[in-house]
T-cell receptor, first 115, second 112 residues
Framework: GAVVSQHPSRVICKSGTSVKIECRSL??????MFWYRQFPKKSLMLMAT?????????EQGVEKDKFLINHASLTLSTLTVTSAHPEDSSFYIC???????????FGPGTRLLVL | AQSVTQPDIHITVSEGASLELRCNYS??????LFWYVQSPGQGLQLLLK??????LVQGIKGFEAEFKRSQSSFNLRKPSVHWSDAAEYFC??????????FGKGTRLSVIA
């Protein structure tokens, strides 16, 4: 199947700093990518839909100025957690639609810990 | 709103026993249905998917799932569970170019 990568896989940062997470589709082009957040022992929560060349669409309750999304190319979307706080600590997962199919392929996730 | 329900939060199965994980979806246009598996601390891996056609779909790792429109179900099955199957399993649906809607997941424990 299609491969989606995320970098970094794990990051620890100080409160108040910003963290950028990259999501790449390695062997296909993705006009749409999705960013999810997963709390411990919980299901995934959709944060936003990232569209190449346009502004991301955020889900209700997700602060767009807090979670900046940039989808500059057909293979790369980035999520920047600005002025991170301990409550932002979570597992962040991206996904991308694989080609003509509706199948979403997921990245391996990024574990963020804010101290 | 479209939804996916996984009634079982946690299931424990003996190694070698059969497994069935339940998934129900809410009414709507014929959905695309998926099962994903997530090992602890890992991302999600696609097990199988149903778009149309044969209602019994085969996936990786010996899993299969059956789409039953009359019951709005897409249950995941495996005839003989291995200890390495212990993980969290998510059922999900999509309609059109929309994000996946996930069930809350079912945690599978495998005992000797």
């Amino acid at each position: 199947g299609a491969v989606v990568s995320q970098h970094p896989s794990r990051v620890i940062c100080k409160s108040g700093t910003s963290v950028k997470i990259e999501c790449r589709s390695l062997d296909f082009q993705a006009t749409t990518m999705f960013w999810y957040r997963q709390f411990p022992k919980k299901s995934l929560m959709l944060m936003a839909t990232s569209n190449e060349g346009s502004k991301a669409t955020y889900e209700q309750g997700v602060e767009k100025d807090k979670f900046l999304i940039n989808h500059a190319s057909l293979t790369l979307s980035t999520l920047t957690v600005t002025s991170a706080h301990p409550e932002d600590s979570s597992f962040y997962i991206c996904s991308a639609n694989g080609g003509l199919e509706e199948t979403q392929y997921f990245g391996p996730g990024t574990r963020l810990l804010v101290l | 709103a479209q939804s996916v329900t996984q009634p079982d939060i946690h299931i424990t199965v003996s190694e070698g026993a059969s497994l069935e994980l339940r998934c129900n979806y809410s009414y709507g246009a014929t959905p695309y249905l998926f099962w994903y598996v997530q090992s602890p601390g890992q991302g999600l891996q696609l097990l199988l998917k149903y778009f149309s056609g044969d209602t019994l779909v085969q996936g990786i790792k010996g899993f299969e799932a059956e789409f039953k429109r009359s019951q709005s179900s897409f249950n995941l099955r495996k005839p003989s569970v291995h200890w390495s199957d212990a993980a969290e399993y998510f059922c999900a649906r999509i309609s059109g170019n929309t994000p996946l809607v996930f069930g809350k997941g079912t945690r599978l424990s495998v005992i000797a």
